[in-house]
């Protein structure tokens, strides 16, 4: 059997990320992704998670986001939980947002992409990008995406924005809430990672999903939203953002927490 010390589950992004925070690599990498098995990150090999089964360690970190998927399996190859680390969220970011110019330029793309959906239907900031910008007006410095939520229908008039703006997006369908990723180009050549989530504005309430967890929202939350001001710019906010933003955080959402994981969510779990 062999045997090393470290071992990082997750080789893409949040991987790396990972690696450059705690300026430690691990002695192998693991990914689901057969495409990157036996390629290297950092010098250091990817390999099949199936040699769990044959590998002695010391501690595995899980360095994917993808943890409702990847926690069970990890387990059913007979690790024990004891020796399982999972990460603050913080430490999977690239954190693009520390550097103030940064957070400027994603504010003005942000609010022109807002301004430019319609008239009848908002785009709206919701997960970390709405706690940043009710709590300090500001994006969190330790992250480094953008979440939303709009109705459904405002989707078309959504893509031809980003066509419009030349911004690059995936179209995604989903049992529960449609989603489109994008990305939006800055000025300095960094894109932010974006999510766009849909919900019918003609229902009373809808249910969204993250992970094992859960929320049923009143839509008007989101069809009559607040403003704040970021960096000069409105943003659109869940009207009223500190019920959201409680439900979704927990009670203490206003105090700042960079150790914040997966498991201090507030919504209800399956």
Known sequence: M??????????????????????????????????????????????????????????????????????????????????????????????????????????????????????????????????GFCRDNDFIKWDDDIDLFAPIQAKEKLISVFNELNIRYENHSHPIMEYILFWIPLANGIEIDSCVKFFDATRELFIDTFEDYSWEWPTKMFTQCVQVEVHGKLMNLPNPPGKYLSKVFGPTWAEPNQNFGYSDYGGETA
């Open 2 to 131: 062999k045997t090393v010390k470290l071992v990082y589950f997750g080789a893409g992004g949040c991987g790396r990320a990972y690696c450059k925070n705690t300026n430690t690599l691990p002695d192998i990498f693991l990914d689901n992704d057969e495409s990157k098995w036996g390629t290297l990150v950092n010098g250091i090999e990817i390999m099949n998670p199936e040699v769990l089964s044959k590998l002695s360690f010391e501690k595995l970190v899980l360095t994917t986001s993808f943890l409702k998927d990847v926690y069970p399996q990890i387990l059913s190859l007979g690790v024990d939980k004891e020796k399982i680390y999972i990460p603050p969220k913080s430490m999977w970011s690239h954190k693009l947002f520390e550097e103030q110019s940064v957070r400027i330029m994603a504010a003005e793309k942000l609010h022109k992409i807002m301004v430019s959906v319609s008239e009848e239907y908002s785009l709206v900031s919701v997960g970390g990008t709405a706690l």
